[in-house]
């Protein structure tokens, strides 16, 4: 793009601020409500109750693996054009996968989705990051991140009342008029945002391809983790394959002219901390939000529409937060916030694992509060690090990254929690059966499989369990504490490590890592000689021309002591 913003109003600053957030919470928001409407797809359109993932994972899938090709895209063609692009397939698609008819259909619709989102996501940041000036970037970026997380965790409450009261065809429908009201305000204010004139708009198709199919390779392995088996040749299979992908990418890109990603920007140190960081944010983030609803409905045993509205407190606290973490970047710099971020998503993990053990709603809200003031920060702040930290004349490219690391953090985060989670939570079950001289046959197993599935459904209380399972139910309620216990448990962990990394990593004023790298004597010497930086050398370094010194108090004698001891 264009490498100086043009001159617009405050007014059209605002309304392409909230047409970008719109935008980007209705894409989180879809993902967040869909699981909770899942079920009752499932059972209105005759599908198997195994193969009710896929509504996620099929969106999932090419928002992970094209959202650099987004990014990528905007740059090339124009930010804007992109944009409206992707705000248009995803209207349509989110009213054809509403009214969809066959579940294979609405996979499709749902596939359709996740490319209009792609081409959306990284563009709405690119597009706040060019309007704005850079002294108010941080606190633009931090309300569009703010609001977009607020929406994200309030996903399961309108999913779960939309669902209930309402249909779960209704929950993509509500999409359709957002969208509109989206395209019409960027239309109206955003400006143009013409790409550079320097450089080809040649698609890196080599590039594109490896890296969806890694991404997307990986993002199906961890998802389908549970149902294989996590040792299955099919599960290691998958993952070796997207790994290989990855590499094949990165080969692939050092060769080209212009790479679907400038592996450079890695250099950036705040940029490449702010990807860790939103990977494992994103974690955190999506592993609980998908989490957290079952709990509410199969331990606690709340309806869904009661189990949305228990988790609003872990998104009030976004909505105070998220502007005062965009201010406080603008002053100090991303290092102290996100390391504070992290450790209060630390401490929110260990509220909750506390928590799990009382079977309450009410006992859940100081975790879910302290959650969602630690993402508030987190999310907020990430952004704006690893944006300022690339040329403008990257952006797009660089907030594709960006949500890319999200995206496969988020689906990280669901299937590695939720398959350590079942894996626990079965270990204890079993482990409580054994005690009381129960050998359950896989017959057994899946019978209460279909009563967890109505359950999930109503909620576990508005269900009317059969004899058969009535008589472990106190050891089924048991394990799944511990296994949410377990789950928290690491979410803290994994704050832990975000908190140490961005302390280390991220600093006010960006760095840029070296091409010289010093891992030996000859690099140390190349790396000193070349003055890239400090070290001991046999010789002394290039001196920089000086300009002649005014005579020394002293005269000619001053003056020539001085010469022999710099000699």
């Not at 040749?233 to 080969?251: N, Q, R, S």
């Not at 216990?485 to 890592?513: E, H, P």
């Not at 010289?516 to 000689?529: E, N």
Request: aromatic share 8%.
């Amino acid at each position: 793009m264009t490498s100086t913003a043009p001159v617009i109003g405050s007014r059209a600053r605002t309304f392409t601020l909230v047409a970008m957030t719109i935008a980007n919470s209705m894409i989180l928001v879809d993902q967040t409500a869909v699981p909770l409407a899942t079920p009752d797809a499932v059972s209105d359109l005759d599908a198997s109750l195994s193969s009710g993932q896929w509504i996620l994972t099929a969106n999932i899938l090419p928002l992970a693996a094209l959202m650099v090709f987004g990014g990528r895209l905007g740059d090339q063609r124009g930010l804007r054009r992109i944009f409206l692009t992707g705000t248009a397939l995803f209207t349509v698609s989110s009213f054809l996968a509403g009214a969809a008819p066959a579940f294979p259909f609405l996979i499709i619709m749902r596939v359709t989705q996740g490319i209009g989102a792609a081409l959306m996501m990284p563009t709405t940041m690119a597009i706040v990051s060019f309007v704005f000036p850079e002294e108010q970037r941080g606190r633009a970026l931090g309300i569009m991140a703010g609001a977009s997380a607020f929406f994200a965790a309030l996903g399961p409450v309108l999913g779960g009342l939309i669902t209930q009261f309402v249909d779960w065809r209704a929950v993509f429908w509500i999409n359709v008029p957002l969208a509109i009201i989206t395209a019409l305000l960027t239309i109206g204010n955003t400006p143009t945002i013409e790409p550079a004139t320097s450089g080809t708009k040649r698609v890196d198709v080599p590039g594109l391809l490896t890296f969806a199919i890694g991404i997307g390779i990986i993002t199906f392995g961890l998802g389908q983790g549970t149902t294989w088996g996590w040792t299955s040749v099919a599960t290691l299979g998958t993952l070796a394959i997207g790994a290989a992908g990855l590499v094949a990418f990165v080969v692939v890109e050092r060769r080209r002219a212009e790479p679907l990603i400038q592996l450079g920007l890695f250099r950036h140190m705040n940029f490449s901390a702010a990807n860790l960081s939103q990977v494992l944010a994103g974690s955190v983030e999506l592993g609980t939000a998908f989490l957290l609803p079952y709990f509410l409905l199969l331990v606690v045993g709340l309806s869904p529409g009661a189990a949305g509205i228990a988790l609003i407190p872990a998104t009030i606290p976004i909505i105070v937060i998220a502007p005062l973490a965009g201010r406080w970047f603008d002053r100090v710099g991303g290092r102290t916030p996100l390391v504070v971020g992290f450790a209060v998503l630390a401490v929110s993990g260990l509220a909750l694992a506390y928590a799990a053990g009382q079977e309450s709603a009410i006992a859940i809200i100081p975790g879910l509060v302290l959650q969602g003031a630690g993402l508030g920060i987190v999310l907020t702040v990430n952004d704006p690090t690893g944006i300022n930290a690339v040329p403008e004349e990257v952006r797009g490219e660089a907030s594709g990254v960006i949500d890319t690391s999200e995206q496969f953090g988020g689906a990280l985060g669901i299937a590695a929690l939720t398959a350590l989670f079942l894996q626990f939570m079965f270990l204890r079950f079993d482990d409580a059966l054994a005690s009381h001289g129960i050998h359950a046959s896989a017959e057994d197993f899946s019978r209460g499989q279909e009563v967890v599935m109505r359950a999930e459904q109503e909620g576990f209380e508005h269900i009317n369990p059969p004899p058969f399972f009535q008589e472990v139910v106190g050891e089924w309620r048991d394990a799944h504490v511990a296994g949410y216990r377990f789950v928290f448990l690491l979410c803290a962990l994994i704050a832990l490590v975000g908190a140490v990394s961005t302390y280390l990593m991220v600093r006010r004023d960006d760095r840029t890592v070296k091409k010289h790298r010093v891992f030996s004597r000859r690099s140390r010497w190349t790396w000193a000689t070349t003055r890239v930086g400090p070290g001991v050398t046999r010789e002394p370094l290039p001196q920089p021309p000086r300009t002649a010194p005014a005579p020394p108090a002293g005269g000619a004698d001053a003056t020539s002591r001085e010469e022999g001891e710099h000699r």
